[in-house]
């Protein structure tokens, strides 16, 4: 099994520009999250999803948008990139609520 | 809000030494993981804990949930070079999982 698939795996971006972080998950799990990583603070939440069509905010979701139109996939839009959203993004299933989770492999992204 | 707190944040063990991660947490929950993440790499589970007093033990590491003081333990025992990681724990407040800032480990021989 594939597991939670992210991509790309790197990216860098100019300030302003868009983008779309993909996630897929193949495990049939009702929940999915983002988070991002920085040194020194954690994952901190960005959006979550309990189901298709169903999404809420986290604890920093600011500069970022998601949709769940499958249960299959969650993107994670960034509308204009800043400085301050250079991170490493992990995006996350479980079966329910927001239980143990799976992760994917990261995606490292670096705005200019 | 949901605070979790954990130390230390870094800790740097001889080989064969035993020691202790704390994990404290600032609201009521009975549901707490701990992850592992390699450097570079993503987080793997490595302990679901469901209830108060919940122990598991996997190898060299065996952590345990005390829900009334709102604290869980990842206690090392006769560390090996490969235990060298960060570890995280991460508290299940129903739809969002808080986590701490993380223990980088380092095991030397």
């Known amino acids: ?112 | 809000e949901l605070k979790v707190e954990q130390n230390p944040l870094f800790l740097s063990m001889q080989e064969g030494k035993n020691y202790t991660i704390y994990c404290n947490y600032s609201t009521t929950s009975d549901r707490l993981y701990w992850y592992r993440q390699d450097p570079g790499k993503s987080l793997e589970s490595l302990f679901v804990l469901l209830s108060n007093g919940a122990v598991k033990q996997e190898g060299r590491l065996m952590a345990s949930l005390d829900t009334k003081a709102r604290l869980s333990t990842l206690h090392i025992t006769a560390a090996v070079h490969d235990l060298s990681a960060t570890y995280f724990c991460a508290v299940d407040a129903f739809k969002d999982m808080r986590f701490g800032a993380g223990t980088r480990l380092t095991v030397k021989p």
Not at chain 1, 69 to 92: G, H, K, M
């Open chain 1, 1 to 112: 099994n594939a597991g939670v698939t992210q991509t790309p795996k790197f990216q860098v971006l100019k300030t302003g520009q868009s983008m779309t972080l993909q996630c897929a998950q193949d495990m049939n799990h009702e929940y999915m999250s983002w988070y991002r990583q920085d040194p020194g603070m954690g994952l901190r939440l960005i959006h979550y999803s309990v189901g298709a069509g169903i999404t809420d905010q986290g604890e920093v979701p600011n500069g970022y948008n998601v949709s769940r139109s499958t249960t299959e996939d969650f993107p994670l839009r960034l509308l204009s990139a800043a400085p301050s959203q250079t991170s490493v993004y992990f995006c996350a299933s479980s079966r329910g609520g927001a239980g143990e989770l799976f992760f994917g492999e990261g995606s490292r992204l670096t705005v200019l």
